[in-house]
């Protein structure tokens, strides 16, 4: 991003309520779109125009005045107002977006929805010298006194004098020329760069709301006719929509990219990228996207983005086939899939996104790609049943517990009543309690032999079914009576417990509702399954001793 430089224009001026009114009318007054949204309140704006009306200080409006038309704009409160003409120059607001909104909208006394509605704000002719003289509020006020104030603007002094007979001729006269003589301070950034813009405008909101990065980079990479970030990630979306990845964000796709062209996904470089970048490398970069997507659909058999444990996983892993477009080696599979689950075990990505995966492109992924026999982490991992127990605690958005659910969906879970393969959505994944999650010993049943909610919703306690098994059919039954009534007419049914990790009915201590045999024999499938994911290192990675006798014991 260029520099703020001394040879940058900048021009401060004075407006009028009525200028500033036409402008905007004009289509000559516009929001980037990565400013926030208008969040000011009525009473906020009220007391706005009693500090103006009062000639207190409201501070100084900064314009980025150019030619160049932005891709993604906003009108002020989102009123519907016409484009510039093509031969005048755009005013973007850099700094005063809420006041100006407020002010606007209270001209016009626009309804921008239920709790914006600017015909509600009124100038008080009875308030004292010690009481606010704009309110947004009627309550126990002499209505008489009271004038709309869109209408002290719109409306002339005679009128106004007629229609509102019980105030003060003279305070109206006065007060509407006041109105009219105000001028406001404007400081006008003439004719400067994109990249100069977005650098005040990101100087002077330090502190205040985080700026949107990629409504930035939309607006800092269009190329009229030749480059639209926000109609490619929108195209990138929808294939995401009919692979089941609805969950992951524009700005996640962006950070892949910048792993892909400048292996560096903080904030700061991406918006140092040029737009040329993106021009020149986005399809390419859409290839290793999708193809990652592809890869954690077939490979990991994670076939919908709610149970992908982080998000950000998508961007060392396109990374990965940006600079290897084929399918990986036997061994860089099994790197790549140990690096996965190194990730979710040690809880990487946790904090500190930025940093972790700038190193790892560098120290993991790189590597693989180059066919390095061995990857050094400075992390071990810790598959101890001890540590799964105590990580256990069945929470839907948890990124551990999300890998756990991995595991379970990797072996294409089946219904336990017609052997059919389980349906998994991500708006039956979103909620512990939703209809994809199943307790295998219900919880009003555990609950009946005294046990308390933290045994209960162990993550070896849940099963992924269909809403109709979940909800319709098992309910509240002991396991050993609901699972001899499936198989009375599922002779395949030990066949679709295997997909659910769950062995022979009397080892696991269904048949006698034995919940802590069923737990400690779950848990020992869940540590074998993770064991088969991992390039263990014995002198380095926590694993159970062959001889330990660990075991889990609840009361209840």
Not at 316 to 336: A, C, E, I, K, N
Not at 396 to 415: D, E, R, T, V
Not at 419 to 437: G, H, I, Q, T
């Amino acid at each position: 991003m260029s520099t703020v430089r001394s040879e940058v224009n900048v021009k401060p001026e004075v407006l009028t309520f009525n200028e500033l009114k036409v402008d905007i009318e004009r289509g000559e007054i516009k929001i980037p779109k990565f400013q926030r949204g208008f969040v000011w309140e009525i009473d906020k704006t009220a007391r706005l125009l009693d500090s103006i009306l009062r000639r207190y200080p409201i501070g100084s409006f900064v314009f980025w005045e150019t030619n160049e038309r932005l891709r993604s704009v906003r009108n002020i409160g989102n009123i519907k107002l016409p484009d510039a003409p093509s031969d005048r120059k755009i005013s973007y607001i850099l700094d005063g977006q809420q006041r100006l909104t407020s002010i606007y909208a209270s001209l016009i006394g626009a309804k921008l929805d239920q709790d914006h509605d600017f015909t509600t704000i009124y100038y008080n002719f009875a308030a004292k010298d010690d009481e606010p003289i704009i309110v947004a509020s009627t309550e126990g006020l002499d209505s008489s006194l009271l004038i709309p104030f869109y209408e002290l603007i719109s409306n002339r002094i005679t009128e106004l004098i007629k229609k509102y007979p019980s105030c003060p001729t003279d305070q109206i006269e006065d007060v509407t020329v006041q109105l009219h003589s105000y001028s406001f301070p404007v400081i006008k950034l003439k004719d400067a760069s994109l990249d100069v813009a977005t650098e005040i405008f990101t100087r002077i909101n330090t502190g205040g709301v985080p700026l949107d990065p990629f409504d930035i980079l939309v607006a800092k990479t269009f190329i009229e006719g030749q480059f639209d970030l926000e109609e490619k990630t929108a195209e990138i979306q929808s294939n995401l929509e009919k692979a089941g990845y609805t969950t992951i964000s524009n700005y996640t796709v962006v950070q892949a990219f910048a792993a892909c062209v400048i292996k560096d996904i903080r904030t700061k470089s991406i918006l140092n990228i040029p737009r040329e970048v993106f021009l020149e490398y986005w399809e390419k970069f859409k290839r290793s996207f999708e193809f990652s997507i592809d890869y954690f659909r077939d490979y990991f058999r994670i076939k919908v983005s709610r149970l992908l444990p982080y998000p950000g996983l998508l961007i060392p892993f396109t990374y990965f086939f940006y600079l290897h477009p084929d399918r990986p080696s036997h061994l860089q599979g099994r790197q790549l899939q140990d690096y996965f689950w190194r990730v979710i075990l040690t809880k990487r990505f946790s904090s500190s996104l930025e940093t972790k995966i700038n190193s790892d492109l560098k120290e993991v992924i790189l590597p693989i790609i180059n066919d390095t026999s061995n990857i050094s982490y400075k992390e071990p991992v810790d598959i101890t049943k001890e540590f799964l127990n105590n990580n256990s605690w069945f929470n839907a958005g948890n990124a551990f517990i999300k890998g756990i659910l991995c595991i379970y969906a990797a072996q294409n879970p089946l219904s336990f009543e017609n052997n059919s393969d389980v349906n998994l959505r991500n708006d039956w994944l979103a909620k512990r309690n939703s209809v994809n999650y199943h307790h295998f010993f219900p919880q009003a049943f555990l609950k009946k032999q005294g046990f308390s909610d933290w045994p209960i919703n162990h993550v070896a306690n849940i099963t992924l079914v269909d809403d109709y098994l979940n909800k319709r059919v098992i309910r509240a039954q002991a396991p050993s009576d609901y699972v001899s009534e499936f198989a009375k007419h599922n002779e395949k049914l030990m066949e679709a417990l295997r997909t659910h990790l769950i062995g022979d009915i009397t080892e696991f201590g269904i048949e006698t509702n034995n919940y802590e045999l069923f737990i400690n024999k779950r848990l020992q499938m869940i540590e074998d399954e993770l064991k088969k994911r991992l390039l263990l290192r014995p002198n380095f990675d926590r694993l159970d001793n062959p001889d330990s006798n660990y075991e889990i014991h609840f009361e209840g």
